[in-house]
């Protein structure tokens, strides 16, 4: 069964539109040539194209299209937060605000990479709290497994940041919207959980204007404020499968935790000697190539009878999607 009307204008539609909108509206690439009067003889100079630092519009756009794809890929929203699809919504907004700051006011990298740690930290720790709740977990081992996660996110964080803040260009969108839409498979298929697949897809398509807006002014980024955002929702849905659901394994994981490091292709001397064209190729091949194979590795393991015309974990959510609610247990225990 395909998605929804909502899903569809809430999820898949809407994100865009309004990431295009916040990004024209900080950048306005319209009016980038500026010219300069010489001093020596008045005349007119080389035009020099020089954007607006419009970072806050990546932020904002990003951030605002994460929050309205919520109501579109999650089936349902209670306040305050109880099970891991409010929790996801809270930190959402909550990484917004963040972003937005970090956007427009400098932090050192030691201080802003503590705040991504604890950000994490307290957005993964949301995520998970009903294990704790419903005594599933231990408070020792599941804090380590909460830090672990919380960990992981800030370095695949920081590494997207490094790349975002590096490269020029569409290059660096094109590789963080691939790793979110690649990553969809494996959410879908091995990890069963609906939500958090349409949530990467959504996500994925809310980057598609930002391409082509950085292939039309390559300085034109979502540095600073746009990729914090989608580091740490993607982070956060893949959290939320890791912690809920069965079926991602550690060297899944690993794939994709490692690999912006296939960026670094771009320092090597064969490649800094290319034209600009084949060392976008190259580098975000070197990106895409682990994230492909356990892409391949989860399709090829897909009983593709079991769904036939209609897939039913592709939907916003279901049954096998509500992993937290499996756990049964007495009220009466908590009543008494």
């Known amino acids: 069964m395909p998605p929804d009307t909502t899903t569809i204008i809430l999820g898949f539609a809407l994100p865009p539109l309004l990431v295009l909108a916040f990004m024209l509206a900080s950048w306005r690439p319209w009016a980038t040539m500026r010219y ?43 306040l305050p937060p109880v099970g891991s699809y409010d929790w996801r919504f809270v ?4 990484i917004t605000l963040f972003a937005l700051i970090v956007s427009v006011v400098r932090i050192p990298l030691p201080a802003l990479l503590i705040l991504r740690l ?9 995520v998970a709290w009903r294990r704790f709740v419903n005594e599933q977990w231990e408070v020792g081992p599941g804090a380590l497994r909460i830090a672990g996660l919380a960990l992981a996110i800030t370095v695949f964080w920081s590494m997207l940041e490094a790349i975002a803040s590096r490269l020029r260009g569409a290059t660096p969108v094109i590789i963080i919207a691939g790793l979110c839409l690649a990553s969809a498979p494996l959410l879908i298929f091995d990890a069963a959980y609906g939500s958090v697949g349409n949530g990467v897809v959504a996500l994925a398509i809310s980057l598609v204007p ?14 600073r404020g746009g990729v914090a955002v989608v580091s740490l929702v993607l982070g956060l849905l893949w959290a939320d499968a890791v912690v809920w659901q069965d079926g991602i394994n550690a060297w899944q994981g690993a794939a994709y935790l490692l690999a912006p490091l296939g960026a670094l292709v ?6 800094r000697s290319r034209k600009p064209w084949l060392r976008s190729v190259v580098t975000i091949g070197a990106v895409a ?21 209609d897939l039913p974990q592709i939907r916003g959510g279901g049954d096998e999607a ?9 009220l009466e225990f908590y009543t008494d």
């Open 289 to 309: 190539l682990l994230p492909t194979i356990a892409t391949l590795e989860t399709l090829s393991r897909v009983n593709w009878k079991e769904y036939g015309i």
């Open 36 to 78: 300069e009067l010489s001093d020596a003889d008045g005349t007119t100079r080389e035009p020099k194209h020089r954007l607006p630092r419009g970072w806050w519009g990546g932020a904002l756009g990003l951030g605002l299209a994460a929050v309205v794809a919520h109501f579109g890929v999650a089936p349902k929203l209670s």
């Open 210 to 223: 930002v391409i082509a807006l950085a292939w039309l002014r390559k300085p034109i980024s979502i540095a």
């Open 266 to 271: 771009w320092l090597a001397p064969w490649v």
């Open 322 to 330: 509500e992993g937290e609610d499996d756990y049964e247990y007495d």
């Open 118 to 126: 604890l950000i994490s930290d307290a957005a993964v720790t949301g």
């Open 91 to 94: 930190a959402t907004v909550g």
